[in-house]
């Protein structure tokens, strides 16, 4: 709505097709994918994007891809859950949740603006904003 061109990832299609129908029931622009990005191959290419936002996903091999793909003065935000959060549900594969500390160090090179970690919403997250220089 803020005029931004917008590609949307999910492995989930149906997530895919509400996205889709409601954009265009908004008339809205949004180039929407089903991509499992845990199956590898070719999807972010390098110095491609101003903005990527990621939100409770982690797969720890795509993370150079993320960081590669974001332009020069570009914008990575990323949040999901903690180890801790095993302990209150779901998610509970430790393969999922970052570790104490973690998420600083798989967006490097980029610089953190701003982060946080801890217990926010009844949720155990870290959340980074880091800037490609």
């Known amino acids: 709505e803020q005029g931004f061109r917008t590609l949307a990832v999910d492995r989930d299609i149906v997530a895919i097709d509400t996205l889709t129908h409601e954009s265009r029931r908004r008339g809205l622009s949004i180039q929407a994918r089903a991509v499992d990005l845990e199956k590898g191959g070719p999807f972010l290419n390098a110095d491609s994007f101003d903005l990527i936002v990621v939100v409770h996903y982690l797969h ?55 982060s946080r970690e801890g217990d926010f919403d009844g949720r155990s997250l870290a959340s980074v904003v880091a800037v490609r220089r």
């Not at 914008?75 to 973690?102: C, H, I, M, S």
């Open 60 to 114: 720890r091999p795509l993370m150079p891809a993320l960081v590669s793909a974001i332009r020069p003065g570009g914008v990575l935000v990323y949040e999901t859950f903690t180890r801790a959060q095993a302990a209150r549900g779901k998610p509970t594969n430790p393969a999922f949740l970052l570790e104490p500390g973690e998420l600083p160090m798989l967006v490097r090179p980029l610089q953190i603006a701003a």
